[in-house]
């Protein structure tokens, strides 16, 4: 353990008093014959055990002790070394015992152990704050006892015990929970790390995952709730402790209480999707998920950020960052609480006290961190050349996904994304045919009513984007993808399907954005392409009538599946078929339709090739009109757009 230790020693008194008394060292560097390490009067470091150092090698053996768990009583036990005096044992007993039973008995036993425990150890350390050696062996027990806690997640069953004994109206309350959040705040880094580690297995996904009892994953959910509400704040503030100024010389106990921090967050975002109403308890009229709850509490955000930009910091452990950010980015409300991630504040803020002016001036103009210009610059070490390995590869996805999120959801995050060359970083990795071309075009993705879109689109066309995109349109100058990404044929598929897919969405946009009035004769330049160019229109006939054809192939699919038989809602039914003509190709069927109208409106060459195009495959307008239609009756009432595909099917 990182925490005071005691270390016994074989050598004699005088050998003792002929080496230096104390040896200053901040962090546990292994045990030393004859001294113990802790912090008193002259700092941290070893300090010579006087103790220890006059007795001899028998009276000064400890009992060794490991938790074990005892198959035939299914029940967790210490086992004491022979050489352990019944009167030890005794008073072990009496402090608390780490004996466990994995039964609802042995539940609350347990508890009331670790609680005497904690209060012993508190009382200790208050007693003797400059003598570690005093509460050290109370240290010891109480970690021991918390390792036998981590074995609940072996029946889950019990986990209804413990959120009862959590339940501080129940009767005979055990208060487990209640106690290890107190104990997340222990003054031992190693005690706090234990506590994140019995969340971790508990709070597994997977438990419930396959599973359907409804009792156990309300317990669970109940368990999650109250984790995420009153030991969240303390888990990640424990983030700076585990931490030291460089990560690479962290011990390893200290990585450890890092890596199940984040672990234990992605756990509590992954059962908030899981669990139905998700694990936010409703005390006000808010419905949060739990990502918004923890950006709101605390400062993880900044913390994530602060990971990726620190220096001196692995791959795995930046892209480690950028997966939970885009995890929290991802969810909408994330935004409504924090709509600007270019002025996040910082996670640790050093105090200005006997600080020179110069110095304040500077902290003054440190103290908040763009996240925004982060995540570019990662996409920007990418801009030229291929990712090396699968780390790589990851860290450029993950800073992908979670700044498409910023910008969709909030448009301030997609002004700042204007106004720090966004746009143009996008468009020079295109040019450049590498992977990170393909992962940033969900970037050009500008969809919403607001004229902050409408610039978007028109800086697309002014960067010179669509002399890169129309191949893609295509099917030609396609970006290699990074070696590590795979040279299967279902890998090639899927990566032709995100060009095709995100080259839709992108000229759809431009084409409900781009009019009479956009800078730079935008809307005519993007016309233009496809008039003087008769494939480009060749092409989109056939990308409508080829996703026409899946998303009814889709909706045919759904109800050869019976579901008439099992589900007698006609409603439910009617929208199930509704959702898989979607994900099937309706999504881009429609916007494909949408981009049709728009070029047979403007432009009488386009509509001619269209036409000619449809009669040539045996169809005609009407699947376009059918497109828009069924577009329309998927927008909401109000939206601006409405008024423009009515005008389409006026005019087709």
């Known amino acids: 353990m990182q925490t005071t230790t005691s270390v016994s020693s074989s050598s004699s008194t005088n050998n003792a ?10 962090t546990w560097q292994g045990a030393k014959p004859g001294y113990y390490f802790g912090t ?58 780490t004996v466990m039973e994995l039964t609802p008995k042995g539940i609350q036993s347990a508890s009331q152990a670790l609680e005497k425990l904690f209060h012993r150890n508190a009382l200790l350390r208050a007693q003797h704050v400059d003598d570690p050696q005093q509460y050290m062996e109370s240290e010891l027990a109480l970690h ?9 997640a072996a029946n889950v069953q019990l986990y209804q015990h413990i959120v009862e004994g959590s339940n501080n109206n129940t009767n005979n309350s055990t208060v487990l929970v209640d106690t290890l959040t107190q104990l997340l705040g222990h003054e031992n880094d190693d005690i706090a790390a234990m506590v994140v580690s019995i969340y971790l297995e508990w709070l597994d996904p997977t438990l419930i995952s396959s599973q359907d009892d409804v009792e156990l994953k309300s317990a669970m959910a109940t368990l999650a709730s109250k984790v995420l509400m009153e030991s969240w704040e303390t888990v990640a503030s424990d983030l700076g402790r585990f931490q030291n100024t460089d990560i690479i010389t962290i011990q390893d106990t200290m990585l450890k209480g890092i890596e199940n921090s984040l672990s234990l967050m992605e756990n509590l975002l992954d059962l908030d999707l899981m669990i139905p109403g998700g694990i936010v308890k409703k005390n006000d009229d808010s419905n949060l998920s739990a990502a918004a709850f923890m950006v709101r509490e605390t400062k993880i955000l900044s913390w994530l950020v602060e990971q990726v930009e620190k220096e001196g910091v692995t791959i795995d452990f930046q892209g480690r960052c950028l997966e939970l950010l885009a995890s929290l980015a991802q969810r909408e409300d994330v935004h409504t609480i924090i709509p600007d991630w270019s002025k996040l504040p ?35 070490r990418f801009r030229k050349i291929q990712p090396e390995n699968e780390s790589h590869t990851d860290l450029l996805e993950n800073a992908c996904i979670a ?71 295509l099917g030609t100058r396609i970006p290699k993808p990074a070696p590590s990404y795979g040279t299967s044929t279902k890998v090639k598929r899927e990566w032709l399907n995100t060009i095709e897919t995100q080259t839709i969405r992108i000229f759809y946009s431009l ?56 589900v007698d809602d006609e409603e439910t039914i009617q929208l199930g078929a509704l959702d898989a003509k979607l994900k099937g190709g309706g999504d881009l069927f429609h916007r494909l339709g949408v981009l049709a109208a728009y070029l047979a409106v403007h432009s009488k060459r386009c509509h001619e090739r269209i036409m000619e195009q449809l009669k040539l495959h045996q169809s005609g307008i009407s699947l376009v009109k059918m497109a828009v239609e069924e577009f329309l009756s998927l927008l909401q009432e109000g939206s601006s757009n409405r008024a423009i595909l009515n005008s389409y099917l006026a005019k087709i």
Request: hydrophobic share 35%; net charge negative.
């Open 17 to 26: 008093q002929e080496t230096s008394p104390f040896i200053p060292s901040k």
């Open 40 to 97: 008193s009067s002259q700092g941290t470091g070893y300090y010579l055990d006087r103790i220890s150092n006059t007795t001899t090698v028998e009276e000064k053996k400890k009992v060794r002790r490991s938790v074990k768990i005892d198959e035939s009583n299914n029940e967790m036990r210490i086992y004491k070394s022979p050489t352990t005096s019944l009167l030890e044992q005794a008073e072990r007993n009496a402090v608390g015992s």
């Open 511 to 566: 084409s409900q954005h781009l009019d009479e009035t956009s800078s730079d004769d935008a809307k005519t330049r993007f016309i233009a392409k496809f008039a003087q160019d008769e494939t480009k229109c060749d092409r989109l006939v056939e990308l409508l009538l080829h996703y026409d054809e899946r998303c009814r192939k889709a909706e045919y699919n759904f109800y050869r599946s019976d579901v008439e038989d099992v």
């Open 346 to 380: 910082k996670y640790s803020i050093v105090s200005e006290k006997n600080l020179d002016p110069p110095m304040k001036k500077q902290k003054q103009q440190s103290t908040t961190l763009d996240a925004i210009e982060c995540m570019l610059q990662v996409i920007g």
């Open 144 to 152: 021991d006892q918390l390792e036998a806690l981590s074995a609940i």
């Open 403 to 473: 700044l498409s999120s910023c910008i969709t959801f909030s448009k301030t995050n997609l002004a700042i994304f204007l106004e720090g060359q966004g746009v143009e970083l996008v468009v020079r990795c295109l040019k450049e045919r590498v992977h990170s071309g393909v992962s940033a075009l969900k970037l050009l993705d500008f969809v919403g009513d607001d004229d902050i879109y409408k610039r978007g689109c028109e800086r697309l066309v002014a960067a010179g984007g669509l002399k890169f995109l129309f191949p893609l349109f």
